[in-house]
């Protein structure tokens, strides 16, 4: 198993950046693969962002693609997520999320969740 908690959210104007990032407690961080959802109010969760077991690989939704940068550090146990040129339709609850496939942008493929942290885009 492996326990997450992310941190970095917060308010920012439209067109700056935030860096979330999601620590991980467990065994085995990289045998995870790591990925980032967002919830805004009234909608169903989505995928933003994946990232494979070292690093090298990396997958985007296209919403964010050119936007928002993964990146993981496996000897700390943290997967990031960048986030510039932000927009007001990126408010939300972003999620950080781990499992064992790669390539999958599914809510129910992942398997353990972070409780979520709030980002609001004002415009």
């Known amino acids: 198993q492996v326990q997450l908690v992310e941190s970095g959210g917060g308010l920012v104007q439209a067109g700056g950046s935030l860096r979330l990032s999601c620590a991980a407690a467990?065994?085995?961080?990289?045998?995870?693969?790591m990925g980032w959802f967002r919830q805004a109010p009234g909608k169903e969760r989505e995928f933003v962002a994946a990232?494979?077991?070292?690093?090298?690989?990396?997958y985007y939704a296209d919403s964010v693609k050119g936007r928002f940068t993964i990146s993981r550090d496996n000897a700390k146990n943290t997967v990031y997520l960048q986030m510039n040129s932000l927009k007001p339709e990126d408010t939300a609850v972003y999620y950080c999320?781990?499992?064992?496939?790669?390539?999958?942008?599914?809510?129910?493929?992942?398997?353990?969740w972070g409780q979520g942290t709030q980002v609001t885009v004002s415009s």
């Open positions: 467990g065994r085995d961080f990289s045998s995870y693969v």
């Open positions: 990232v494979s077991y070292g690093g090298g690989r990396t």
């Open positions: 999320a781990a499992n064992r496939a790669y390539g999958q942008k599914g809510v129910s493929d992942y398997n353990y």
